[in-house]
Nanobody, 123 residues
Framework: QVQLVESGGGLVQAGGSLRLSCAASGRTFGSLGLGWFRQAPGDEREFVAAISWSGSTYSAVSVKGRFTISRDNAKNTLYLQMNSLEPEDTAVYYC?????????????????WGQGTQVTVSS
């Protein structure tokens, strides 16, 4: 069993930066694939970025070059550094964990989810 708790969301102006963190419980963190998804009101949950157990990273086209996913296995923590934020990035951001798969971009790939943290970007 893995429990995930996100933090770091908030209100920021367009062009600003935020760093999200996701603290995980459980001794299997280092072997898990991890991902960030987001969901705006009325929209489906959308893939943002993923990182494999070996550190390979994958990002959605919409955030490539602006967002960076990383992990610290010693701290059981996943991060999402978000730069050059745009109003379109406004959403609830969720971290997810599971066995890494080529379908890392699909929510159903992941077995564990955090409660979400709100990110609001004002124009």
């Amino acid at each position: 069993q893995v429990q995930l708790v996100e933090s770091g969301g908030g209100l920021v102006q367009a062009g600003g930066s935020l760093r999200l963190s996701c603290a995980a419980s459980g001794r299997t963190f280092g072997s898990l694939g991890l991902g960030w998804f987001r969901q705006a009101p009325g929209d489906e949950r959308e893939f943002v970025a993923a990182i494999s157990w070996s550190g390979s990273t994958y990002s959605a086209v919409s955030v490539k070059g602006r967002f960076t996913i990383s992990r610290d296995n010693a701290k059981n923590t996943l991060y999402l550094q978000m730069n050059s934020l745009e109003p379109e990035d406004t959403a609830v951001y969720y971290c997810a964990a599971g066995r890494f798969s080529p379908t890392y971009y699909l929510p159903e790939t992941y077995s564990y989810w955090g409660q979400g943290t709100q990110v609001t970007v004002s124009s």
